[in-house]
C-alpha cells in the first residue's frame, strides 16, 4: 500500500527544492503572511484602473469550442508584470467587459488567455466570431483575485477552461522545485485545452468520457495528505465538492460561473429613474432581475470582484457582500451581482 504525501498519484520526480535556503526561508515567512491574510473572507481585489492597448496577435483553437488569444502590446512595448492566478479585463469592440485568467508564462512579453465559448454567450460569441488576429482591444489589470501563496507542496485540480489560471501556478511551482501534482477534468479530452502543454508524470488527465461521471471531492482529494495546499478552479459543482470534502485542508479555489444565492431573502429594487419596482427572489442575483429590464446593464466577474457592476444607491439598507467596494464606496453604493438587501433599495438606474 503506497504511504507517501500523493499517494496513488504519479510518483513525484523532482526530489530537489530548486532554490537555495535563505531565499527558501524569506518565501515560508511570506507564504505564513499571506495564509494569515486569507484566514476568513478573502482579501480586497486591488483594483488597477489603468487601460492597456493590446492588438490581438495570435488566435489558435486549444480544445473544442475553445481559442486562446496572444495578445501584444499596441506599441511593441513590454506588457506589465503579473503573477499567477492573475486575470485581466478585456474590453471587447462591443464595449462589453469580460474578465479572463492570464494562462501564458509570467515571463514573456504578450499575454494569453483562453475563452470557451459559451452558448448564448455574448462576450465569448463576439470573441469566438468577431475577434481575430490584428483586432485592437483595450485591457484592465492585471489584478489578482486567486493569489498563489508560495509553498513546498501542493494539489492542482483544473476543471476544462479551470486550467487556465492553474497552469502558470503549475509551471511557477514547477520552477521552484516544488512538489506538485495536477488532477485535470474535463467532458473528454478533445474539450480539454493545453493538454499538450502538461504532458508529465504528475499530471492525472481524468476525462468524464473515460471514468463515466465527473469526479467528487472526494475522490480528488483522497490521493494527498491533508497539510498540501490545494489550488482548485473549474465549474461550480466540482468546486463545492472539493470544499465540502476538504474538511480543514487549505482550499484556494476560483469558479468561472457566478455562486449560487445563499442565504438570500426575498427583497426589492426600485429603478430611480423610471420608477419601476423590480421583485428580486432569495434565489436570484439583483443584476439577473436588473437585466431583464435593462439587458445593457454593465457587468463582468459575477462574483462581486470585479466592480463593474457597481451602482449607485439612493435609499436602502444594503448587505454587502462583494470584495472590492471600499468602506467609503458602501456608504452609497452597491454590487448588483451578489450583494442584497433585507427589504427595498432605490437605486440610481
Ligand atoms: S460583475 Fe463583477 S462585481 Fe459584479
Known sequence: MATGLFDGIPPRLDTG?????????LARGAAAVERFGRRGRRPPVVPVD??????????????EGVVSLRLAAADGGRLPAWQPGAHLDVVLPS??????????????????????????????????????????????????????????????????????????????????GADW??????????????????????????????????????????HVSGDVPVYCCGPTPMITGVRIDAENRQVHWERFAPPPVVGGEPFRVELARTGRVLDVPADRSALDVVREVLPQTAYSCRQGFCGTCKVRVLSGEVDHRD?????DERGDHMTLCV???????????
Open 17 to 25: 527544492r530548486g532554490t537555495d535556503r535563505f531565499l527558501w526561508l
Open 50 to 63: 489603468r487601460d492597456l492597448r493590446v492588438v490581438v496577435e495570435q488566435v489558435r483553437a486549444e480544445a
Open 95 to 176: 464595449g462589453r467587459i469580460r474578465q479572463y485568467s492570464l494562462s501564458g508564462d509570467p515571463a514573456d512579453r504578450c499575454y494569453r488567455i483562453a475563452v470557451r465559448l459559451i452558448p448564448g454567450g455574448s462576450g465569448s460569441g463576439e470573441i469566438h466570431e468577431e475577434v481575430g488576429e490584428g483586432t485592437p482591444l483595450t485591457l484592465r489589470g492585471p489584478r489578482n483575485a486567486f493569489p498563489f501563496v508560495t509553498a513546498d507542496r501542493y494539489l492542482f485540480i483544473a476543471g476544462g477552461i479551470g486550467i487556465t489560471p492553474i497552469l502558470p501556478m503549475v509551471r511557477t511551482a514547477a520552477a521552484r
Open 181 to 222: 501534482r495536477l488532477i485535470y477534468t474535463g467532458r473528454s479530452l478533445e474539450s480539454m485545452p493545453f493538454l499538450e502543454e502538461l504532458d508529465d508524470d504528475r499530471v492525472w488527465v481524468r476525462p468524464d468520457t473515460e471514468y463515466g461521471i465527473p469526479a467528487s471531492g472526494a475522490e480528488l482529494l483522497e
Open 323 to 327: 470584495q472590492v467596494l471600499t468602506d
Open 339 to 349: 450583494s442584497r438587501a433585507q427589504d427595498r433599495l432605490v437605486i440610481d438606474l
